[in-house]
């Protein structure tokens, strides 16, 4: 067995479950403070925990994709080692609170996200906006171009699907910036689903459309939130490109610095999320794929999705967690 092979025998081993555990520790103490209106709050006390259970994990890890910059995120910052030191090296991309905005407003889709990879294998992406399209599996390759107007990627999708492109449904953040290409979707006769938050759980939706209503998604987010995004459609065989958006000398001078010296290039989701890779996603506020965390009296309720790429496998878990304490 080789050393890649090894790796990946000790991700399987070791943190298929383990990984749960930190998204569902900082979905909990982030659901606390649902609908309070306090983004700060909620995201502090999401990133103390995700750090805390990180730290017990039996692994060299390093944050790749985090709160920030060092200088601007005291914990969890883009390079932090993390874990006990003893195990696999890897690659740690995170999102401990997943759409501040809207747990802070109790709205839908609000996710503890984590992805975990072989050391080297996640893409190094400054915090700048990322230009994204993505569907899920079980169609050719090919048949998306982010280059492509939108009529034609969501004619081409029809066509695969075998359905009307009216029967297409699109994800777009709801900003500004989309205008124009809302009313490119439109104009085709498909369906729009605007999300005011959370991109990452926009693209998320389209690996499973019978269950979200969600076919393809189209627009500009963040390129952090893009690898993340990426390494769960690496786990489920969807496809996705991206493109960073290096508008400016000093974007350009920082993407270079992280190792990037093409800015122009367009990155699959096997270029950003390579090797082998677990994810797992865990519910804040109750959304299209996962329920919230619910709180009774003597007991807790959470709802995750974890995924690997080498298996393909999805695993559902609804635990109820009777110790309040560790909460």
């Known amino acids: 067995m080789n050393m890649a092979q090894n790796i990946a025998a000790g991700l399987d081993r070791i943190l ?48 790749v994709i985090g709160e920030g910059e060092r200088d601007e995120a005291p914990m969890l910052y883009i390079g932090e080692e993390v874990g006990t030191g003893k195990g696999p090296a890897v690659d740690i991309a ?3 609170l997943e759409g501040t905005t ?36 079980g169609y050719a390759e090919g048949i998306i171009d982010i280059d492509a107007p939108p009529a034609e990627n969501i004619a081409n999708l029809a066509k695969a699907k075998g359905v009307a492109v009216s029967d297409i449904t699109t994800c777009i953040l709801d900003r500004p ?20 938050d959370g991109d990452v759980a926009g693209v998320i939706h389209t690996t499973d459309p019978e269950e979200t209503g969600i076919d393809i998604y189209l627009g500009t987010g963040g390129a952090p939130e893009g690898v993340l995004a990426a390494a ?65 009296r003597t007991f807790i309720t959470t709802h995750t999705i974890v995924l690997r790429s080498s298996s393909r496998t999805v695993r559902e878990i609804k635990a109820r967690h009777q110790d309040l304490e560790k909460f």
Do not use: W
């Open 16 to 63: 298929t479950m383990e990984v749960v555990r930190v998204t569902e520790r900082a979905a909990a103490v982030a659901a606390r403070l649902r609908g309070r209106g306090d983004e700060k709050a909620a995201d502090q006390v999401a990133v103390d925990a995700m750090r805390q259970e990180l730290n017990r994990l039996a692994i060299q890890g390093t944050v």
């Open 177 to 196: 910036r989309h205008a124009k290409l809302i009313d490119a979707v439109r104009a085709t006769g498909a369906a729009i689903r605007l999300i005011g």
């Open 232 to 296: 769960a459609l690496r786990c489920t065989g969807g496809q996705m490109q991206g493109r960073l958006i290096l508008d400016t000398p000093e974007k350009v001078a920082r993407a270079e610095k992280m190792g990037i010296s093409d800015p122009k290039r367009v990155y699959r989701a096997q270029d950003m999320a390579r090797g082998d890779v677990l994810f797992a996603a865990t519910g804040v506020t109750d959304g299209n794929m996962l329920d919230g965390v619910r709180f009774g």
């Open 102 to 137: 809207i747990c802070a407003k109790n709205l839908p889709n609000a996710l503890a996200v984590i992805a975990i990879a072989e050391k080297g294998s996640l893409l190094f992406a400054p915090d700048v906006y990322m230009d994204k399209i993505a569907i899920g599996p």
């Open 94 to 96: 995170l999102d401990p």
